[in-house]
């Protein structure tokens, strides 16, 4: 129970500077990409960006978790669960972002081909 109470007040205050980090960073990719390219083009850079950020956050911090148990180190263990949660959270919001987005463009869904043809090259075939 202390350790869900450290989390919902402790939680927010800590994770604030990463998360302002990897916005503005989004911010920067977005307005050179729209520089660059089209809108719906940054937007699916910026989704990309913020799917595979959230991935390695949620990866690296979730490994600190497990080293925290093994060492049975509680401090540590409510920071990473922190970094945890909100990597979780901030990929499910892209997940949904990204959902959204193909909905609305869709021309950006990638086609399916269906399954690869073997061709037999014999010597009485064309």
Do not use: Q
Not at 9 to 31: E, Q
Not at 65 to 76: D, F, R
Not at 102 to 126: C, D, M, Q, S, V
């Amino acid at each position: 129970m202390n350790l869900l109470v450290r989390l919902l007040v402790l939680g927010p205050a800590r994770i604030l500077p990463v998360v302002l980090t990897i916005a503005l960073v989004a911010g920067i990719i977005y307005v050179v990409m729209v520089a660059r390219t089209s809108p719906e083009r940054a937007k699916e850079v910026v989704i990309a960006f913020f799917t595979w950020t959230f991935i390695a956050l949620a990866v690296f911090f979730g490994l600190a978790c497990l080293y925290a148990l093994a060492e049975n180190n509680a401090p540590v263990l409510d920071l990473a669960l922190s970094f945890v949660i909100v990597a979780l959270v901030g990929l499910s919001i892209t997940r949904l972002c990204n959902r959204r987005f193909l909905k609305n463009h869709p021309h950006y869904i990638p086609k399916r081909t269906g399954r690869a043809k073997t061709k037999r090259r014999f010597p009485w075939e064309k």
